[in-house]
């Protein structure tokens, strides 16, 4: 099935802040907070986004790119990961519309973005 529009799930290093204003563009977005997720490894946290057919977003670099490569390597597949610099949220928030708005989700199955 074809998917236009990128679903979010943050990883919970990724302030909540930039969910709420990603969500008044009209984006969906998932916490891990909201998830009931705090304190799961980086894998499950994949797993569940990859379950819940969500992007996942993260400011862990090293452990989520060796993630990304795991998944090639094993033929899984993800919705995407974006690895995000650590910013004002404002200024990250943009940086994600950015991508959002000109990125479809069928687009970012198995890719690994930087913002």
């Given at each position: 099935?074809?998917?236009?529009?990128?679903?979010?799930?943050f990883d919970e290093d990724v302030s909540v802040?930039?969910?709420?204003?990603?969500?008044?563009?009209?984006?969906?977005?998932?916490?891990?907070?909201?998830a009931g997720r705090l304190g799961a490894t980086d894998e499950e946290q994949l797993a569940h986004a990859v379950g819940l057919r969500r992007t996942f977003l993260t400011h862990n670099r090293a452990d989520f790119e060796q993630l990304a490569r795991e998944y090639f390597a094993a033929g899984r597949s993800h919705c995407g990961i974006v690895i995000a610099v650590r910013r004002p949220p404002r200024e990250l928030a943009g940086r994600l519309l950015s991508l959002l708005n000109t990125v479809t989700a069928d687009e970012m199955?198995?890719?690994l973005r930087y913002v």
């Open positions: 099935m074809s998917r236009l529009f990128i679903e979010l799930y802040f930039v969910a709420d204003l990603i969500r008044a563009r009209g984006f969906s977005v998932t916490t891990t907070r909201e199955e198995n890719q």
